[in-house]
């Protein structure tokens, strides 16, 4: 009796209809959105509300994340491709050298995160800012990279968030002045399209441009931050710089003027980045009100830090100073311990293959990043990195290369010590223990045995490549 009741029961079986093995499996997967935001320096978060709340509260903070180099557009490369910039090669902002031409004459759009987690069977979008001068030279403005099955991304006017012109899926579409025009809130309108129109598990990744230059507010922020000023950090218009190379002992000292040309960047700033807050309040509803939020993982990161009055820069970035290659990392999601700081060093080489790990895609060889995913589960390898390799190219073009004093660098920063070898043959040595504002240049005074094993060390990241990469950066 029991024999002929298995026989009916499995010919039933083998006719209902087959399972869908990949549907089961996508449907268990995370959701990712990646948020970078272009100039913000670390330590500003507690002045945006959402972001404090739903990011900060809820998720694991980094307290020494880095950039691989502190401009845009090499640095959003290395976010792109999990390479250092002597790898992917778009070493500055502008053609020839660097920005979107550099990149897609490379053709290194063709393996980027957005193609890895396609691949692993997201629906992926790339929203706000691609990188510096998209389409460039190369491309025409309706011109999509491959990877990306929603695109929504500014071919002009990109950094007024008005007044500019949007490349929505190869689709031309002029913005005006409207208070609905402002970029942050059309992103975030789209971004909670996208989340609700997606069945299968999705990567998005939203690159808005605040708080960089001209840092334009939407309206209804105009007002903010009435009384803020720059933080008057003790290297804020740093009064000793006589042991410092060259191009900083150039620099005047501030007088008040540009002190309050400085607190005023610093106040329009803030008002823009309110935007960006009000878009990360959208994300986190609507992944809420879809029964999608406690399956996502949220990283929120900069491009690079900012100089506001520090170290005599009125302004900008591109130094190996803490301001300028330190950015926040914020990570929310399942399995991330709330309000939780994670002090390992880490580097914007690293979120790719991050992504890549929580969504089950396979990075190529060529990634030199390291995953942070042990690090946000609270479990930690035995060995982690001890080295970030920063590196500066000066642009070729005339007006880019105005816009930085510093000379092209290579430098190291350890848990202690952030060492730099400029082209001119100068040196700045910082044992960040003792010193953590870099207001004391060592290089001329340090034992030669600490600079040598640092020169060895910077040499050795510098001459990494791929998995080797992953190598170099535990040297001791």
Same mark, same amino acid.
């Given at each position: 009796m029991l024999k002929g009741l298995c026989r009916v029961a499995c010919l039933l079986l083998l006719l209902l209809p087959a @399972?869908?093995?990949? =549907?089961a499996a996508s449907a268990s997967r995370p959701n990712v959105v990646l948020i970078a935001v272009d100039d913000l320096e670390a330590g500003a978060l507690p002045n945006f509300p959402n972001i404090t709340q739903h990011l900060v509260r809820e998720g694991a903070s980094f307290d &020494?994340?880095?950039? *691989?180099? %502190? +401009?845009?557009? /090499? %640095? &959003? =490369? %290395?976010?792109?491709r999990s390479q250092y910039v002597h790898s992917h090669g778009v070493l500055t902002n502008t053609a020839p050298e660097g920005g979107f031409d550099r990149f897609h004459g490379q053709s290194l759009e063709r393996s980027t995160i957005g193609t890895w987690m396609r691949q692993a069977g997201y629906r992926t979008a790339l929203m706000g800012k691609f990188l510096n001068h998209y389409p460039g030279q190369s491309a025409d403005e309706a011109y999509v990279p491959p990877g990306w099955d929603e695109w929504a991304v500014p071919v002009r006017n990109l950094y007024e968030e008005y007044g500019y012109r949007l490349n929505e899926n190869g689709t031309l579409t002029d913005y005006? +002045? @409207?208070e609905d025009d402002y970029l942050s809130d059309v992103l975030a309108r789209k971004s909670r399209d996208f989340i609700i129109g997606s069945k299968e598990p999705f990567f998005l990744y939203l690159a808005p441009v605040a708080p960089h230059n001209p840092a334009n507010p939407a309206l209804r922020h105009a007002d903010a931050f /009435?009384?803020?000023?720059?933080? &008057? *950090? /003790? %290297?804020?218009?740093?009064a000793d710089v006589s042991l410092e190379p060259l191009w900083l002992r150039s620099?005047?000292?501030?007088?008040?003027?540009?002190?309050d040309a400085i607190d005023e960047r610093h106040r329009a700033r803030l &008002? =823009?980045?309110l935007g960006v807050d009000d878009l990360v309040g959208t994300v986190v509803e609507t992944l809420r009100e879809t029964g999608r939020l406690d399956d996502t993982y949220i990283i929120f990161t900069s491009d690079n830090g900012f100089h506001l009055g520090t170290h005599r820069l009125t302004q900008g970035k591109t130094t190996p100073f803490e301001e300028a290659i330190r950015i926040p990392l914020v990570v929310r999601g399942p399995g991330v311990t709330p309000g939780s700081t994670i002090a390992q060093l880490g580097v914007t080489v690293d979120l =790719?293959? *991050?992504?890549a790990e929580l969504g089950g895609a396979t990075p190529p060889a060529f990634a030199e990043g390291r995953s942070l995913v042990p690090l946000l589960r609270g479990r930690p390898p035995a060995r982690w990195r001890t080295n970030v390799l920063v590196e500066f190219t000066r642009p070729a073009n005339r007006a880019s290369s105005r816009q930085t004093p510093v000379p092209a660098y290579q430098a190291l920063r350890t848990d202690r010590y952030t060492y730099v070898r400029y082209d001119t043959g100068e040196r700045q040595l910082y044992d960040l223990q003792a010193d953590p504002y870099q207001l004391r240049n060592l290089a001329a005074e340090a034992d030669p045995a600490l600079l040598a094993d640092l020169d060895e060390r910077l040499a050795g990241m510098v001459a990494c490549s791929g998995a080797s990469c992953r190598e170099a950066d535990m040297r001791e």
């Open positions: @399972a869908e093995p990949m =549907a &020494r994340f880095f950039v *691989t180099n %502190s +401009w845009c557009c /090499p %640095s &959003r =490369a %290395s976010i792109l005006g +002045w @409207a /009435p009384l803020a000023m720059a933080p &008057r *950090t /003790p %290297s804020f218009n740093q620099l005047p000292v501030l007088g008040q003027p540009e002190i &008002r =823009a980045m =790719a293959v *991050t992504v």
